[in-house]
């Protein structure tokens, strides 16, 4: 049997209707992936019993559960549903807050050239990073949380997955940078994570989860400015609540992407030999009562 080749890996999701349960019938629909980390954790419990022979008893597997990152690049049509799943929100006239609705996945992983399949069921995304620079597509990494995997199997669960969206994916240029409400020019990186802090519980008689809770929804992140303007850094040392919010574009097409109130936590300026400047500044994002949120996203 020849072996599995990266490029004919295949990644198709399915929103589930009860925790860990694939529906019957499923129209998947594949997903335009950059890398996919999703495996089993199986622990090992083994026995405590001392003998005079110094022999292990025996060992079992413990609670079993899935665990990895999804990273794509953003892509319109593409990631809405995954982004809403992500803040747990609801898009309402395209626009998506931090909410509290937490939705499950069935994600299946194929080897369309062997061919076999497997699928990660009860699957809650737990994280939600990017990260902006000045050359590249903007990528985003999921971080999931899941029940269990199924055996690797020849069939896949739907035949005819939907197809993705053939558009090209965000880019920054076009787009529009604010700090403090003004838009600036002085950014060349920035970065962020919202965490949702799910826990997987386990119940007695059940081996794998059952089921998933959501903590506080916490975003940070970190950005890179040319040191241009002391007033961005000074920020920081007076302890000074500000706000971000970037455009990423594709086409006629956009994201928005709004922290309408943070504070930086920590900056360094940076400086290498007699190169330019630049500052890193780390954030925390706030709940903002205007908004009602503590990030939103809103696309054209």
Same mark, same amino acid.
């Given at each position: ?124 995304? *737990? ?11 903007? *990528? ?98 007076? *302890? ?61």
């Amino acid at each position: 049997m020849p072996q599995a080749q990266g490029s004919k890996r295949q990644l198709a999701y399915i929103v589930e209707t009860t925790y860990g349960v694939t529906p019957a019938t499923p129209q998947t629909k594949l997903l335009d992936f950059v890398n996919f980390t999703g495996d089993l954790n199986a622990p090992e419990v083994e026995s405590q019993t001392i003998r005079p022979n110094r022999q292990s008893t025996g060992s079992r597997r413990g609670n079993t559960s899935t665990a990895g990152d999804l990273t794509l690049e953003l892509t319109p049509d593409n990631a809405d549903e995954l982004l809403e799943a992500a803040l747990q929100g609801t898009w309402a006239a395209n626009v998506l807050k931090v909410g509290s609705t937490q939705r499950s996945f069935s994600i299946e992983e194929g080897f369309t050239d062997m061919p076999q399949f497997r699928v990660f069921t009860g699957s809650v995304f *737990n994280t939600l990073s990017m990260e902006l620079n000045t050359e590249g597509y903007v *990528n985003a990494t999921l971080g999931f949380m899941g029940k269990t995997t199924t055996p690797f199997s020849g069939t896949s669960i739907c035949g005819t997955p939907t197809a993705p969206s053939a558009k090209e994916a965000f880019y920054h240029e076009g787009g529009v940078f604010k700090e403090g409400g003004s838009t600036v020019g002085f950014l060349s990186a920035l970065s962020f994570e919202l965490s949702n802090n799910v826990t997987a519980n386990n119940a007695l008689g059940v081996t794998g989860v059952r089921a998933m809770t959501s903590g506080k929804a916490v975003v940070t992140g970190t950005v890179t400015a040319l040191f241009e303007d002391v007033s961005f850094y000074n920020k920081f040392v007076n *302890n000074a609540s500000s706000s971000l919010e970037f455009t990423i574009t594709s086409g006629a097409e956009s994201l928005t992407f709004k922290f309408s109130k943070l504070k930086y936590t920590q900056a360094d300026i940076q400086s290498d030999g007699d190169a330019g400047v630049t500052v890193q500044m780390t954030f925390r994002a706030e709940y903002d009562a205007a908004d009602d949120t503590t990030m939103m996203i809103t696309r054209v």
